[in-house]
């Protein structure tokens, strides 16, 4: 049956992991993978989920189907994180929300409601570069993929007018899709006035946002910082469609709990919207998981706990911080060749290094570092042990 079927690529990210897995080297080092590291480089479960965890064992759920669009109370509680109790949308009912299989399922629900409903053109604009999955979720389910301009090589920085000039000159009604924050992998984001601007220009070319939004309070450590382009975006009264996932912000990677989420412009428009959002999730996977879902709304929905969880989401936020200050220290006292200010400013889990794929196979080689071709590395796989090895090797690297 299968003889015909060719070798697939491997994944440019998990295959960081498993060349990291076979190297035996004492100092090597990870810094491909997308999750967060605690200061021993261990995975971290928060303390909130764990006494979440505890609630919710007692409780003794039962594990019946959640409806297709998952459950009724973690739905509303992950809308006000994103949107904010305030929102007018929310408060009017014109959000249609459905749980999702974390940030990527939601995606997913996005793209497939998309390609059978939305009357615009069918071609949705990646930043480039972005996070790798984004052109297969969309290509799978026929929408056109596109570019716009985003990072700039040689200022390390937003290619602002570049990303103007594209947007501007897409077909009107494109689908513009816009990381919320932390941008993926570059760790750049436009400035609040940047993303004014941005509002208005899509409002005028009439299009449609879409933003993906993996990690809220994750990025600043502030959730509503994190969360201000959505924010006002819908201030301006843009329909917009909201993929979120709690697989950074609560730690909760595996556990596969998300939203999406689309501003329709009545209740009427709502439910026939949902039925449509059913109709795509239902042959996906029929209704999702339950348990993830129960910990974010114990969490979001438990004062004490929601308290806890904004200290931790903090503390991981700033740990990736402190690792960006002493990584630029490093390089400027290892006189480092180049300017090396784009690793402070950066926000989010990643660091985009700005170094050469020659560079990178050199650490890979030499000094038994990992990251991923386009020299990203996972901020939050540094950490006080390794950081003086990481910022020496780097500049080496770089010395030649
Ligand atoms: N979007 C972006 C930009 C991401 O970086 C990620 C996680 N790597 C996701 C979406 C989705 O992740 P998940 O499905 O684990 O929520």
């Not at 999702?100 to 071609?123: D, E």
């Not at 989010?348 to 990203?376: C, N, W």
Request: with cysteine; glycine share 8%.
């Amino acid at each position: 049956f299968w003889s015909a079927v060719p070798q697939g690529p491997p994944d440019p990210i998990l295959g960081v992991t498993d060349a990291f897995k076979r190297d035996t080297n004492p100092n090597k080092v990870n810094l491909g993978v997308g999750a967060y590291r605690d200061e021993n480089g261990k995975p971290y479960v928060l303390e909130s989920v764990l006494k979440a965890e505890d609630i919710l064992h007692q409780k003794k759920l039962d594990k019946e189907y959640l409806p297709i669009t998952g459950a009724n109370d973690f739905i509303t509680l992950a809308s006000e994180l994103a949107y904010g109790k305030e929102s007018k949308p929310l408060q009017e009912g014109r959000i249609a929300v459905a749980q999702s299989i974390s940030g990527t399922g939601a995606l997913r629900i996005a793209t497939g409601f998309l390609s059978q409903f939305y009357n615009g053109p069918k071609v949705v604009y990646l930043p480039d570069p972005t996070w790798g999955n984004h052109v297969p979720l969309a290509e799978g389910v026929g929408l056109k993929v596109q570019r716009y301009r985003y990072f700039d090589k040689k200022t390390v920085g937003l290619d602002f007018n570049g990303m103007k000039e594209d947007i501007k000159n897409a077909d009107s009604g494109s689908i513009i899709l816009l990381h919320a924050c932390a941008q993926n992998p570059t760790g750049i984001d436009p400035t609040q006035e940047q993303w004014k601007e941005l509002s208005e220009l899509i409002k005028a070319k009439k299009h449609l946002a879409l933003f993906d939004m993996a990690y809220q309070g994750f990025a600043s450590g502030d959730i509503i910082r994190d969360a201000f382009a959505v924010r006002y975006f819908v201030e301006q009264g843009h329909q917009i469609i909201l993929c979120q996932s709690f697989a950074k912000n609560l730690g909760l990677y595996a556990e596969r709990a998300g939203t999406f989420s689309i501003i329709v412009s009545s209740t009427e428009e709502k439910e026939r919207v949902l039925s449509q959002v059913k109709r795509v999730i239902r042959p996906l996977y029929s209704s999702p998981p339950v348990h993830g879902a129960q910990l974010v709304a114990t969490i979001l929905g438990t004062p004490e706990l929601y308290e806890q969880w904004l200290t931790e989401v903090k503390k991981m936020a700033d740990r990736i911080i402190s690792m960006r200050d002493k990584l630029y220290d490093l390089l400027i006292e290892l006189k480092t060749p180049g300017e090396w200010g784009h690793i402070k400013s950066q926000i989010g889990m990643f660091s985009f290094t700005g170094i050469s794929p020659e560079q990178v196979q050199a650490l890979a080689d030499h000094a038994h570092i990992y990251m991923t071709k386009d020299g990203r590395i996972s901020m939050a796989g540094l950490n006080e042990h390794n950081i003086k090895y990481f910022a020496e090797s780097l500049s080496k690297a770089v010395k030649g």
